[in-house]
Every structure is written in structure tokens, then in C-alpha cells.
T-cell receptor, first 112, second 116 residues
């Protein structure tokens, strides 16, 4: 069966420090991969999505970047964190038919 | 524009009573509609989806949703609420045109509170 792993679960980082969040998917190949941010425990904002290795689409301009070095690995990064980067980050994948999205357990990022 | 609206920030229900969480959508063509549930500090869990077929869709944990094309709605329902149903519920529609084609568009979420 397919599983999605996201880590770390929580992270506290100082302003100006770098960020790297990792997401991996098992049990499937060629998934579409997504990074969402959820602010204040409510709405979900799509940050990046990827339909293949090295293919990244950004939905909103920001201080973050994403990379997909392997088929089932999706990384969210920042060179210098801002206070406004705090939030709950969720990784998700869908199959090529986009029939359903599966989410990781999320990373709570607090920038101090 | 493609969008999803959840008009209620919060729904309060007594345990054992029926519950409804409302969702309306705006998308051209035939919509793919989803409901997800989120417990505190956790990822989203899939509840049910409508792609085609019967307008009444049954999902996990006793939830169901009714697709109404004329009203562009996809309300989530449960005949008898449980305290453990208390969580944040998201309605989503799959974008079917434009640069984000295929991506899920989420509503802002509705907090369901079930009191004993």
C-alpha cells in the first residue's frame, strides 16, 4: 500500500536560518507531489506542485523553494526564514489520474 | 474562477443529533468533489469523493455527502453525530482548467464541535 512520510513533525527555527523539510512517498511511482501551508489552523494554501523529477510549479511568490531530486522525494527549502514563514506545512501526493489526494502528517514550523 | 465556499466557520451539534457541513463550488464542467477531515496537528484524512454516478456518496466513519448540480453544492452529512467527530472539515474541488489543472482547491474549512 502507499504511504507518505513527512518530517520533522515539529521545528523551531530562528529568523534568518535555513529550512529543509522532506517528504517521501512509498508504494507508488510517478506521483504528483504537493506542498501546502496552513496558517492559523484553517485554510490551505498550495505552495508548490510537481508532476515529475525536476519539474516544479510555484503557485505563489515567496521566500520558499521546492525541489524534486527523485521520483518520490519532495523537499521544501528556504535560505533565510522569515517570521511569516511560521505555519503548518503539509505534503501530499496524487496519482496521475488525480482521483484522490493523500496527505502527510504535517510539520509545525515556528520561526522565532 | 474556480472556487470552493464553506459558509460556516463553525458548526455546533449535540451528540446524537444529525449534522450538516455546507459546501458550494464553482467550476466549469463536471466537478470532482472531496471532503477531508483534520484532527489537531495532523494531516488531512480523506472522507469521501464524488466523481460520477449516484448523487449520494457514502464515505468513512458514517459520513455521506449529496451532490446537487443545480445548487452547485456538496454538503457533508451524518445522521447521528459523535463527540469524536469534532474536527476541522475541508471541502475541495479539483481544478479542471488553467495552469493549476488537476490541483485541489480547498475551502477555508469548517470547525465541527459535537457536545455530549
Amino acid at each position: 500500500s502507499q504511504t507518505i512520510h513527512q518530517w520533522p513533525a515539529t521545528l523551531v527555527q530562528p529568523v534568518g536560518s535555513p529550512l529543509s523539510l522532506e517528504c517521501t512517498v512509498e508504494g507508488t511511482s510517478n506521483p504528483n507531489l504537493y506542498w501546502y501551508r496552513q496558517a492559523a489552523g484553517r485554510g490551505l494554501q498550495l505552495l508548490f506542485y510537481s508532476v515529475g523529477i525536476g519539474q516544479i510549479s510555484s503557485e505563489v511568490p515567496q521566500n520558499l523553494s521546492a525541489s524534486r531530486p527523485q521520483d518520490r522525494q519532495f523537499i521544501l527549502s528556504s535560505k533565510k526564514l522569515l517570521l511569516s514563514d511560521s505555519g503548518f506545512y503539509l505534503c501530499a501526493w496524487t496519482d496521475r489520474g488525480w482521483t484522490e489526494a493523500f496527505f502527510g502528517q504535517g510539520t509545525r514550523l515556528t520561526v522565532v | 474562477a474556480q472556487s470552493v465556499a464553506q459558509p460556516e466557520d463553525q458548526v455546533n451539534v449535540a451528540e446524537g443529533n444529525p449534522l450538516t457541513v455546507k459546501c458550494t463550488y464553482s467550476v466549469s464542467g463536471n466537478p470532482y468533489l472531496f471532503w477531508y477531515v483534520q484532527y489537531p496537528n495532523r494531516g488531512l484524512q480523506f472522507l469521501l469523493k464524488y466523481i460520477t454516478g449516484d448523487n449520494l456518496v457514502k464515505g468513512s466513519y458514517g459520513f455521506e455527502a449529496e451532490f446537487n448540480k443545480s445548487q452547485t453544492s456538496f454538503h457533508l452529512k451524518k445522521p447521528s453525530a459523535l463527540v469524536s467527530d469534532s474536527a476541522l472539515y475541508f471541502c475541495a474541488v479539483r481544478a479542471n482548467y488553467g495552469g493549476s489543472q488537476g490541483n485541489l482547491i480547498f475551502g477555508k474549512g469548517t470547525k465541527l464541535s459535537v457536545k455530549p
